[in-house]
């Protein structure tokens, strides 16, 4: 993938379907996938599941962690992550769902509600940081990344942040079988993935998943997982058959992204005449590149399936990384059109607008942009282009005042500080002005901590 940076914290993928947010607090620090159809499709198992533990599915905040090995967990208040290990080796939806039951428990049970208030506010490159700091040391590997994880701030001692005791973790098994059941789904896929786990207890902390160094595996919590299952009425319950079709998709769609094309056009045959299949290899092509044969199964995805979303969104970034920015409008106008509660799909909209040059759609962009940032708020990219579109339309305080958000978001507080100032400068009294006085105050007190 293409990728730029932005500022000093991010380097974001322009307009892609999977953007790799790259940490640069460290050269091994973990990517974070940015995918509307991933994100929709994991949002979609896991809703229910949040809605009976008493949680705003829409205050949930999921991530998608760039790592082949197993691991989820869950940190700074209601923030769950997940790595494209997990999701790649599961074999089906339910496996993903009993994982997701089993953190909504923590979440649920206030399990992290002993840390302090700065944890639960930092930022997502903090959090991520501190994770791959915490396994690190759990592990007794890389003291580069340990280090970079410690330095966050937090006092992390042996047992960490991340790392629950026993009894949290059976707390988090009961509560999220009982979840499982209120949604009459099964609790095989827990049980298999435990079962997984399970046989790498005896290897050592160097060659273990990192989920086993922050959950610790114990076989009375497998034996009621296992005696759970017997007994539940709902363990015979099969995934919904488009949940199924879904989760192909999803492992495709990854897997095509994060392996070489030659791989994947191996996997995925030529006469494999199935969506998943034509997906993988429109990617894989897309990425060698050869442009015209990408286009043509999309063209052909969007042909049998017009109400398909993602294609259009996958159609408009062949174009839009190929040159063809123009071209690439269209199709992302029409996957927002499909999909308009999507902001992710607006970001990339907004930032494929502007990219044009084109004077006439520096309106459109402004909309599409300010709409995006009421749901994407922690997006550092989402506030920079809407930083863009407001200078492109001489609005320089609001585009002052995005570019404080920006800052915030990155952790860039002398950045932050300084857009926050100067938007003081020019905004007229209102609440965007006491949106740059609260960012300014804000930065300068994560100052004056450092």
């Not at 998943?276 to 969007?302: E, H, S």
Request: aromatic share 8%; with cysteine.
């Amino acid at each position: 993938m293409r990728l730029r940076i932005i500022l000093r914290i991010f380097c974001l993928a322009l307009a892609t379907c999977v953007t790799l947010v790259q940490q640069a607090v460290a050269d091994d620090s973990p990517d974070i996938i940015r995918d509307a159809e991933i994100e929709n499709t994991i949002r979609t198992y896991a809703t229910p599941i949040f809605i009976v533990a008493g949680l705003d599915p829409k205050a949930v905040h999921i991530y998608i962690i760039n790592d082949p090995t197993l691991n989820s967990f869950v940190a700074g208040g209601q923030n769950l992550f997940m790595n494209t290990g997990t999701l790649m080796r599961a074999d089906r939806p339910n496996e993903i769902i009993g994982i997701m039951a089993h953190e909504t428990g923590h979440i649920a049970g206030g399990h992290l509600a002993r840390f302090d208030t700065e944890m639960h506010n930092a930022t997502l490159k903090a959090l991520i940081t501190m994770a791959v700091g915490v396994v690190a040391a759990a592990a007794g590997r890389s003291p580069d990344a340990a280090a970079a994880g410690m330095a966050v701030g937090m006092d992390v001692g042996e047992h960490s942040y991340l790392s629950f005791s026993v009894a949290q973790e059976g707390s988090a098994d009961q509560a999220g079988l009982g979840f499982l059941d209120k949604t009459h789904q099964s609790a095989k896929g827990l049980l298999d993935f435990f079962e997984i786990l399970e046989q790498e207890e005896f290897l050592s902390a160097q060659h273990q998943d990192p989920y086993l160094r922050t959950h610790p595996l114990t076989r009375q919590r497998i034996e009621y997982v296992r005696k759970h299952v017997e007994q539940s009425p709902w363990s015979n319950v099969p995934d919904p058959p488009q949940w199924v079709a879904m989760y192909a998709v999803l492992k495709a769609k990854l897997g095509a992204f994060l392996n070489p094309p030659s791989e994947t056009l191996d996997k995925y045959k030529a006469d494999d005449s199935s969506v998943p299949a034509r997906y993988a290899r429109a990617i894989a092509y897309y990425k060698v590149p050869q442009l015209n044969k990408a286009l043509d199964l999309i063209n052909g995805l969007i042909h049998d399936y017009p109400d398909n979303p993602y294609f259009y969104e996958l159609k408009g970034q062949m174009l839009f990384e190929n040159g063809h920015v123009a071209d690439a409008v269209e199709p992302y106008q029409k996957a927002v059109q499909l999909k308009p509660d999507t902001p992710l799909l607006r970001v990339e909209l907004g930032q494929v607008e502007l990219e044009t040059e084109d004077p006439a759609l520096v309106p459109k962009a402004l909309n599409t942009l300010a709409d995006a940032v009421h749901f994407e708020n922690e997006n550092p990219d989402a506030w920079h282009f809407l930083a863009i579109a407001y200078g492109r339309s001489n609005n320089l305080g609001m585009a002052a005042l995005a570019l404080a958000e920006e800052g915030m978001v990155n952790g860039d507080y002398k950045t932050a500080g300084q857009q926050a100032t100067r938007a003081l400068q020019i905004l007229p009294p209102g609440q965007n002005r006491v949106r740059a006085q609260d960012i300014q105050d804000d930065a300068k007190r994560q100052r004056d901590k450092s």
